[in-house]
């Protein structure tokens, strides 16, 4: 079944409300599809739709803690690879622990449904750590912040949008 790919502004009902106000006041150039959302899962939603793997990102929250603080910041990896959260990601968050957040946590915290949660649109303060392999796709597709659409853009747009911190992310 093919997607059928819209600019966001013909259909910011298919965005969270954090991700619809991001995109609004950034101008992020990206466009985004209406898919079945028990199909959101990366693998399931790939097969699918006929998404290859490496044109699909993945955005993972992670919390990081050092001397009874937490913070938390999101991370992005193509789906054909596995961030090295308790490595590289924890070096550079300057943690002491490094892991994924909690579901509940991670949906309370970013306002997006679980299964949706994209980079754009987060709480203010969030650094987002893009993988170099993302930034190197013509086309990638990420979350919406809801399980019942997809975005997509570019790899260097996603990093513009977000202001995202380029970095070699993968084990």
């Excluded at 965005?15 to 898919?35: F, H, Q, Y």
Aim: with cysteine; aromatic share 4%.
């Amino acid at each position: 079944m093919a997607l059928d790919w819209v600019p966001v502004s013909e259909r910011p009902d298919l965005l969270a409300d954090p991700v619809a106000k991001a995109v609004a006041s950034l101008g992020v150039p990206s466009r985004v599809a209406e898919i079945d959302p028990g199909l959101s899962d990366t693998a399931a939603f790939c097969e699918r739709y006929g998404v290859a793997m490496e044109d699909s990102a993945n955005c993972v929250v992670v919390s990081a803690r050092r001397g009874g603080e937490t913070r938390y910041a999101a991370v992005m990896v193509l789906a054909t690879m596995r961030a090295d959260v308790n490595g590289v990601v924890r070096r550079h968050l300057d943690a002491r622990k490094a892991s994924f957040a909690p579901q509940a946590e991670a949906v309370e915290l970013t306002g997006m449904e679980y299964g949706g949660i994209t980079p754009i649109g987060l709480p203010d303060g969030w650094p987002v750590l893009v993988d170099e392999n993302v930034t190197r796709r013509p086309f990638v597709v990420i979350g919406s912040g809801v399980r019942r659409s997809k975005l997509a853009l570019s790899g260097e747009a996603l990093v513009a949008a977000t202001q995202g911190e380029v970095l070699a992310l993968t084990m």
